[in-house]
């Protein structure tokens, strides 16, 4: 099935997560795009993507990582944490710490277009099991909706690396763009959870 990566598929982060938050039946692919499929064709699985920048390369979160995504808030800084952790931060009543991954990964930054304003972040909220999170990135997060078909796995050389427990998930492609699929629950190891836990 030829993906269809058109702005009509991509709809702003913050709308998408709520969409899933308040109707889980509005998540799925509407199959009403879609030709109706021969009774013989096996269905494409899909993903849906919150996609953000880091430096000058393209990350994507699935969705069901995400809790919300929201401007970035006052941000308080706290002792005694990484240098990535940028502080603490009051979202709809719950204080989470806000995450730098360009300072995490040790990606440089790129300067931003010129209709992008600097002084606004953006906030994706992840939550795990043990922790919640928030993510800053610099510009308004997308919404993608691809074929399973359109992700690699991670190239063997980076598996063995063994960064992290391979929170790289795998690399999509999308036309000209690729797009680093992350596992956003091995971002942080089990010391740096106990490290967030204990402040």
Do not use: C, W
């Not at 849906?48 to 920048?53: G, Q, S, Y």
């Not at 930054?109 to 992840?126: E, F």
């Not at 795990?128 to 510009?139: F, H, K, L, Q």
Request: without cysteine.
């Amino acid at each position: 099935m030829k993906e269809k990566t058109n702005k009509k598929e991509e709809q702003s982060a913050a709308e998408s997560v709520a969409s899933r938050k308040g109707n889980t039946a509005e998540t799925t692919v509407a199959p009403a795009k879609e030709s109706p499929a021969k009774p013989e064709a096996v269905k494409d699985e899909m993903i849906h993507l919150i996609v953000f920048k880091l430096g000058a390369e393209e990350y994507g979160i699935k969705i069901d990582q995400v809790k919300e995504v929201t401007v970035t808030p006052n941000v308080t800084r706290m002792p005694r944490t990484p240098d990535f952790i940028k502080g603490v931060a009051n979202i709809r009543g719950d204080i989470i710490a806000i995450m730098n991954l360009e300072e995490r990964f040790g990606i440089r930054s790129v300067p931003l277009a010129n209709d992008v304003n600097p002084h606004i972040t953006y906030t994706l909220v992840i939550e795990a099991r043990e922790y919640s999170i928030g993510v800053i990135v610099r510009e308004v997060p997308q919404s993608l909706n691809l074929s399973m078909t359109k992700i690699d796995k991670t190239p063997s050389f980076l598996q063995d690396i063994n960064i992290h427990e391979n929170y790289i998930e795998g690399i999509a492609k999308v036309n000209s763009r690729l797009i680093i699929v992350l596992d956003m629950y091995k971002i942080l190891t089990q010391d740096e959870i106990r490290e967030l836990k204990n402040n």
